[in-house]
């Protein structure tokens, strides 16, 4: 699956403040997103980050 900067994508599991959607902030070996509720900002490695993922998320 592709993934690219500004997209909203949905994870498996739940972010402690209960939002699993997260957006894209970069890509490449490691993925750094931001969760839509709480703004926390992550640093995932690729692997881990691509097992997370569920879905794409469409129009948000």
């Known amino acids: 699956m592709k993934f690219s ?3 909203v ?3 498996r599991k739940k972010h402690p ?3 699993d959607r997260w ?3 970069r890509t490449g070996m490691d993925f ?3 969760c839509i509720e709480c703004g926390r ?3 995932l490695p690729r692997p881990k980050f691509e097992k997370s993922v569920k879905k ?3 129009g948000d």
């Open 32 to 34: 750094r997103i931001k």
């Open 41 to 43: 900002v992550i640093m």
């Open 23 to 25: 957006e894209i902030l």
């Open 56 to 58: 794409k998320v469409t």
């Open 5 to 7: 900067v500004g997209e």
């Open 17 to 19: 403040c209960g939002e």
């Open 9 to 11: 994508v949905q994870f």
